[in-house]
């Protein structure tokens, strides 16, 4: 039986509830920005940017999924749609017959750096430009010890299509 808790405080409550509220809704606005602005969904947009940063331009799909917060199948689809705009080529792992590696294309890269500056807007217009710039680094390192230690294993989810 697990333990009893305390019950939340009023600014705990308030803290969570907004938290909840956030990752729900933050997300889908997000993807409708980058949508209607770009024709390119949040999803396929990390992707791009996950393998734009990976080393070689490359990244196993099972350390892509990982690193997205996308399950394995989801990835696989996003990474087929992407293949089939010519933006990804997926290839056999060099060394594992099971594994397969997606590879960002030189027109992926073109896709990804003209949908960042739109982007970076919706992100800006949605968070960053709400919040006291003065404690920006503070709560970015709170919410980054959340995210490493709290149990939260990616910064996205599979709501986002």
Not at 90 to 98: F, G, L, M, S, Y
Not at 124 to 136: E, F, G, K, T, W
């Amino acid at each position: 039986m697990a333990p009893v808790q305390e019950p939340l405080t009023s600014a705990e409550e308030r803290l969570w509830r907004s938290l909840q509220r956030l990752l729900v809704a933050l997300p889908r606005a997000l993807d409708e920005d980058l949508l209607c602005s770009t024709g390119l969904s949040l999803s396929r947009y990390i992707v791009l940017m996950q393998l734009s940063e990976a080393d070689g331009d490359r990244t196993r799909m099972t350390e892509l999924a990982a690193a997205t917060g996308l399950s394995a199948s989801r990835v696989s689809r996003v990474v087929e749609t992407l293949r089939g705009e010519g933006l990804v080529v997926k290839r056999p792992h060099a060394t594992d017959a099971r594994g397969s590696v997606a590879v960002l294309t030189e027109a992926g890269r073109k896709r990804l750096l003209g949908a960042c500056p739109a982007h970076l807007s919706s992100a800006r217009r949605r968070v960053l430009d709400q919040l006291d710039p003065a404690l920006m680094r503070e709560l970015a390192g709170e919410l980054e010890a959340v995210a490493e230690g709290g149990g939260a294993t990616s910064g996205y989810g599979d709501a986002v299509t």
